[in-house]
């Protein structure tokens, strides 16, 4: 069997535990070394056969999980993040479709939400935004013409903007089609990881503070209202107001 497991942001002690067993039990771990923290590796059995797949190419990934399943050993996929966030593993699977391989994907925390998490920040708020557009803005990898950050801007909702902060200024340039020039921005460099690094500021002054640092990979773009002051309660802890579980 084939695990695609979701690693986490970086603090190795946000992998869940599902992910963190199967790779203490998994003969083969093959993990995407750019960006997996490599201290998850300690969970790996001490004889376990590790490959960084960050030098290789599709199919010798696919050679080793062939190999490794013919011979009855499971492989631990690791992958950073949420796997099924830009984690290129519809290709993988589908390679294993083809030679019959079976597989399970283990989730993970993205690292949008533990962006969120160490900025002390809730992502939905009542009457601010109730939509989250997680997006990247067009680089070597083409974007849908209706899914650029230009048209995605025009909702004002939560947006968190993946694989771009070394086009800072591109992206400002593209999200002022939507958003007013004060909406709060924070760049998230490697969240939870020990040299995490957060900064904050408007779409005004965000890119300057991102180039000074020199900020150029790893880092989460947040942008919206909700990186504001909070303007109204939610319901769900309103005594005035009544649902399933408790009466006003
Ligand atoms: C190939 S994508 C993988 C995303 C991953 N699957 C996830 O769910 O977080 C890599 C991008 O994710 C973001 N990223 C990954 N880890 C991060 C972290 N710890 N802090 C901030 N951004 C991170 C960055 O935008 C980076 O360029």
């Known amino acids: 069997m084939i695990y695609f497991i979701g690693a986490g942001p970086g603090d190795p002690e946000l992998i869940t535990v599902k992910g963190m067993k199967l790779i203490q039990s998994c003969g083969v771990v093959i993990y995407a070394g750019s960006l997996?923290?490599?201290?998850?590796?300690?969970?790996?059995?001490?004889?376990?056969?590790?490959?960084?797949?960050?030098?290789?190419?599709?199919?010798?990934?696919i050679d080793i999980m062939k190999e490794a399943h013919n011979k009855g050993i499971d492989v631990a996929r690791v992958h950073t993040g949420d796997p099924t966030i830009y984690g290129a593993i519809r290709e993988q699977m589908q390679e294993l479709d083809g030679l019959g391989i079976p597989y399970e994907v283990i989730p993970g925390v993205s690292s949008f939400t533990a962006a969120a998490s160490v900025l002390k920040k809730e992502l939905t708020l009542p009457e601010v935004s109730q939509t989250i557009i997680i997006t990247r803005a067009e680089g070597r990898t083409p974007v849908p013409q209706e899914q650029t950050l230009r048209s995605l801007s025009k909702h004002k909702a939560t947006m968190a903007i993946f694989l771009s902060v070394q086009d800072i200024d591109k992206v400002v340039e593209d999200l002022k089609e939507g958003y007013s020039e004060d909406t709060p921005v924070a760049v998230v460099y490697k969240a939870t990881w020990e040299d995490e690094l957060i900064f904050e500021g408007t779409l005004k002054n965000i890119a300057e503070k991102v180039k000074e640092n020199d900020i150029n990979k790893t880092a989460m773009i947040l942008i919206g209202d909700f990186l504001g002051d909070i303007k109204e309660y939610s319901k769900l802890y309103d005594a005035a107001f009544s649902h399933n579980y408790r009466k006003a």
């Open 36 to 61: 997996v923290n490599k201290e998850i590796l300690k969970y790996a059995k001490k004889d376990a056969s590790i490959y960084n797949s960050a030098s290789m190419s599709l199919d010798e990934i």
